[in-house]
């Protein structure tokens, strides 16, 4: 089944419970797991036929057992010779009191790991499985398995499978398990590249490397085995051979682009174009850029105000006229006029500039304020018409000059309350300004 | 003018170099950048609007309680980093791969569409807190806006050293690095395998 389920491993339903859902409470009683068909078409019969040698281990290590047994094994299975006696057993763990030392070692004789010494009745030997267990528990002595030799201990495992004369199907396991690895080194690798994260990425790459080599040596050395169409293994082959290939190929460019060996590609330094710009800004994030800006050399922010200068700016503006409140005229009945008898304002408006100007110098209010509002502005946009058509802008006709300046003058009558000052004189050379 | 005047009337804003001819002397100018030395600021000139700027020395240390007239939010710093690379970094670049010999990628570099800057910004600040953020840095004078276009204030001209440039490039650098990187594992992904071991 492990075999389907890494050749697909999208096959889990989503809805199938996960690690969290299957969390075992350490109080909870055991139960006797049920089996669905009969147990001799399960693994369960070969697992029996393993128990005498795995019973061994249980002997040394597990619940209930003390370490000094296993560290006595260990030690007796590095005596020279064939045999040995008490006394070198006693030399072989100083640390060990003599008394403690010989109940040990009458235990270990007692579980069959250790037998008595053909033709010496004084002299005892490991046993064979003895060798095997006290190798195996001394080859997994590390403190803890480093990430980067789990490939290389599950190919060692392969290895040590096929020399005890295991069925083949316990070397798929450690295969597909590094199979499984190569895979998420893979997955790791796409991450910290999104992540952006350059040194934890060449960090993965390197351990990703030690495991395609490991997995290359074990692909290599046990082809045979794994290529034969095993146990639906041929597909799982196909597909470790092609992590590996892809593995191989990444980590190669990871550890080339980074270390700065790539080629001209990405050798060729920084290409500052806009696009590169636009693409850099996307996907930095705002802490990456905000640091580029830094301190950014913020300007001196002093509010150009002095308490006098903003009393003057309010006495300013208290001077200035109160609007005038001013009624809302009587409605009126307007006479209707042909058409013909409504007099051109502009014309009108250009006679009654140049009426100004042969004054002298004149205020144009004097001509535009009267009446109401609306004539007013009436007269306002007349006179601009007039100074566009006939003025230095228009045809030149016009026989004054306007002269427009941003000062306000107060009228207060005719609706209007101020009016900003145009005055209205002669032209210079007695024509029209130029 | 007095030097005092000078450098209040700097310290308020920028002021066109041809309005301040005294700061054209060296005696003067020294004087000047000495006595904003004093107080922690600095006398700079913006080449490309010609203006005369003083800005702040140095980093501010933090203080409980301080309450700066204008300090940049993280958000506004990466914004103008980012307006920097657009509108100073690149035109730079460009102008010294020209000078080596190289072929500059095409494009003016004079302007930045708000519209684009948005675009790189999106997912992480929202079109109308990017418009308030480049409202700030406007009226800061680290950006100005000419028909519809974002272009270099007079504080962003003055806003880089060389430690800045180099920064820039190798922030570029390894960018490009992992876009190429992230090319390549989705080409191994969509082939499958390419150099597969026998």
């Known amino acids: ?434 | 003018m007095s030097p005092a005047e000078l450098c209040r009337v700097l310290l308020v804003g920028s002021v066109p170099a041809a309005e301040l001819p005294e700061l054209s002397g060296d005696e003067m100018r020294d004087e000047v950048r000495r006595r904003l030395a004093e107080v922690g600021c600095e006398l700079a000139y913006s080449v490309d609007s010609d203006r005369w700027v003083a800005r702040l020395g140095g980093p501010l240390p933090d203080i409980e309680g301080h309450e700066p007239v204008l300090r940049l939010s993280q958000a506004e710093l990466a914004v103008l980093a980012a307006c920097w690379l657009h509108l100073r970094f690149l035109p730079a670049e460009r102008a010294r791969a020209a000078a080596d010999g190289l072929d500059p990628d095409g494009g003016d570099g004079a302007g930045l569409d708000p519209d684009d800057l948005a675009e790189q910004f999106r997912g992480r600040l929202g079109q109308d807190q990017l418009h308030d953020l480049v409202e700030r840095l406007r009226r800061s004078g680290f950006l100005t806006q000419r028909e519809g276009l974002l272009r270099a204030g007079p504080l962003l001209s003055t806003f880089e050293d060389p430690s800045t440039v180099e920064q820039a490039r190798t922030l570029l650098t390894r960018h490009q690095r992992l876009a190429y990187l992230q090319r390549r594992a989705a080409e191994l992904g969509a082939d499958g395998s390419l150099d597969a071991t026998d």
């Open chain 1, 1 to 434: 089944m492990a075999v389907e389920a890494w050749l697909d491993p999208s096959a889990r339903p989503a809805d199938l419970p996960g690690p969290a859902d299957l969390a075992v409470g350490v109080g909870e009683p055991w139960q006797q797991p049920a089996v669905v068909p009969s147990e001799a078409q399960t693994p369960l019969p070969a697992v029996d036929h393993a128990v005498p040698l795995l019973g061994r281990f249980a002997t040394l290590v597990g619940p209930g057992q003390q370490h000094d047994r296993l560290a006595v094994l260990c030690a007796l299975a590095r005596q020279p010779g064939a045999s040995w006696r008490l006394r070198d057993a006693e030399e072989a763990v100083p640390w060990l009191e003599p008394d403690s030392t010989a109940r040990v070692v009458g235990e270990l004789a007692e579980s069959g790991l250790l037998l008595p010494a053909a033709g010496d009745e004084a002299a005892w030997r490991l046993s064979d499985e003895a060798h095997v267990v006290a190798a195996v528990c001394s080859a997994l002595s590390a403190p803890q398995l480093e990430p980067d030799r789990f490939v290389r201990v599950l190919a060692a495992s392969v290895t040590l499978a096929k020399a005890a004369g295991a069925p083949d199907e316990a070397a798929f396991g450690p295969f597909l398990a590094a199979a499984g690895v190569l895979e998420r080194d893979l997955s790791t690798i796409e991450q910290r590249i999104a992540d952006g994260r350059e040194e934890a990425l060449l960090e993965a790459a390197a351990t990703a490397r030690t495991h395609a080599a490991d997995m290359a040596a074990l692909l290599q050395q046990h082809a045979e085995l794994f290529r034969a169409d095993a146990g639906g293994l041929a597909d799982a082959w196909e597909r470790a051979v092609a992590a590996l290939g892809r593995l191989e190929t990444l980590t190669g460019d990871v550890v080339a682009t980074l270390a700065g060996h790539a080629d001209d590609r990405v050798r060729r330094g920084p290409r500052s174009d806009r696009s590169s710009l636009r693409g850099l800004v996307a996907t930095a994030d705002l802490a990456t850029l905000a640091a580029l800006a830094g301190e950014a050399r913020l300007p001196p922010a002093v509010v150009p105000t002095h308490p006098s200068a903003a009393l003057a700016a309010l006495d300013e503006h208290l001077g200035r006229p109160d609007p005038l409140a001013v009624p809302i005229p009587e409605p009126i009945l307007l006479p209707v006029e042909a058409p013909e008898d409504v007099p051109d304002l502009t014309t009108l408006a250009a006679r009654a500039l140049e009426w100004l100007a042969r004054r002298g110098e004149s205020v144009l209010t004097e001509w535009v304020v009267g009446g109401t509002w609306a004539e007013a502005t009436g007269r306002m946009a007349a006179v601009v018409e007039a100074w566009s058509r006939h003025g230095p802008g228009g045809d030149g006709s016009l026989q004054a000059e306007l002269d427009a300046s941003p000062t306000l003058d107060p009228v207060g009558h005719d609706e209007v309350a101020v009016v900003s000052r145009t005055l209205v004189r002669r032209p210079a050379a007695g024509g029209p300004v130029p």
